[in-house]
């Protein structure tokens, strides 16, 4: 009786067991795939892929907004310009053309010994281009910086030691956000004819978020800039890009650049329509309209186009040459060199 009693208490001391056992066995399982799941989900830190010296024959000067000197091998600078200046969202071709449009007119500048002091060669700001450090573009992405800066290190890298030039030379490459389906002949907006500065077609700007816009100024400030009290018979000619070459206000004549700079206009291509005591000019596109249009470049990416497409598109009968053609002698400057 008392071996049965044992087995029987085994017995019971078995199932109550497996009770307990049984349901941890199931649940353990579970819950550490749930545990991986999110481990695997998890994202990972992107690595920075960082631009060689070896890729840039010289280095650039760049003196700060705040008073600094910084100096920067070449490609490294054109990569900063290019993330300064063109949404890192845009398209890898986009880029690219950007890439060669900021080598190009740094290039230019330092040929045409255009250094502003014995110290720097040019600033941070729109005067030549715009140019952020690491610092400030870490700052500014933050935990999208790495992803960024490889996607914009890899348009440079696949144009570096390339240029834009016509008739041999290092052009002024021009560019600007938004056009208004068209850019502008460059003698239209600064004067003086370039040739490979004219107006061409852009339809891909529609999709931009600054193809239009309306600015608003009441009468006071209209004669305030213009010394005009009204603009009752008010007239307008045309440029071949579409925008305003002159406005008349009775007879007193302005340049649609006179009028865009005086209220501080997105563009040259508006209208003017007054309500009660207050002007209301409609404007499509944004900035100068010469040369390269970002907006129309990065259209012209997602058709398909080449970096090579677009650059040959907005700057008419240009070449795409090597850098060395050009920059030998800065090559040979102590102050310019990369070491």
């Not at 008349?248 to 004549?253: E, K, L, M, V």
Request: hydrophobic share 35%.
């Amino acid at each position: 009786m008392k071996r049965e009693k044992w087995i029987g208490m085994l017995a019971v001391g078995g199932l109550f067991m497996a009770i307990l056992i049984i349901p941890t066995l199931i649940v353990v399982p579970f819950t550490g795939s749930n545990e991986m799941d999110q481990v695997q989900e998890a994202p990972q830190e992107q690595q920075l892929s960082e631009l060689s010296s070896d890729i840039s024959p010289f280095s650039v000067r760049v003196l700060r907004s705040g008073g600094s000197v910084e100096e920067v091998p070449l490609e490294t600078y054109v990569a900063r310009v290019v993330a300064s200046e063109m949404p890192a969202s845009f398209e890898l071709e986009a880029l690219k053309a950007q890439s060669l449009a900021a080598r190009t007119y740094i290039t230019r500048h330092l040929v045409s010994g255009e250094a502003i002091s014995e110290v720097a060669d040019v600033t941070d700001t729109v005067t030549h281009q715009v140019y952020k450090s690491d610092q400030e573009l870490r700052q500014l992405w933050q935990d999208t910086y790495a992803s960024n800066m490889n996607k914009i290190n890899e348009a440079v890298k696949a144009t570096a030691g390339e240029i834009i030039t016509y008739q041999r030379e290092p052009i002024t490459a021009a560019f600007f956000s938004t056009s208004n389906g068209y850019t502008e002949n460059a003698e239209d907006y600064w004067e003086n004819e370039i040739p490979y500065l004219k107006s061409v077609e852009s339809p891909w700007d529609q999709q931009s978020p600054k193809f239009t816009d309306q600015r608003i100024i009441t009468l006071e400030q209209l004669k305030a800039n213009l010394g005009v009290s009204s603009i009752a018979n008010t007239t307008m000619t045309k440029t071949e890009g579409n925008r305003v070459d002159k406005v008349q206000f009775g007879d007193q004549t302005y340049s649609g650049r006179e009028i865009r700079e005086a209220f501080d206009l997105p563009s040259s291509d508006f209208t003017i329509k007054q309500k009660g005591d207050h002007i209301i000019f409609t404007t499509k596109g944004y900035g100068h309209g010469v040369g390269m249009s970002q907006y129309g470049a990065n259209g012209m990416a997602q058709t398909g186009k080449t970096y090579k497409d677009i650059v040959l598109h907005y700057y008419k009968g240009t070449e795409i040459s090597p850098l060395s053609t050009q920059t030998a002698s800065l090559a040979l400057g102590d102050s310019n060199s990369v070491n």
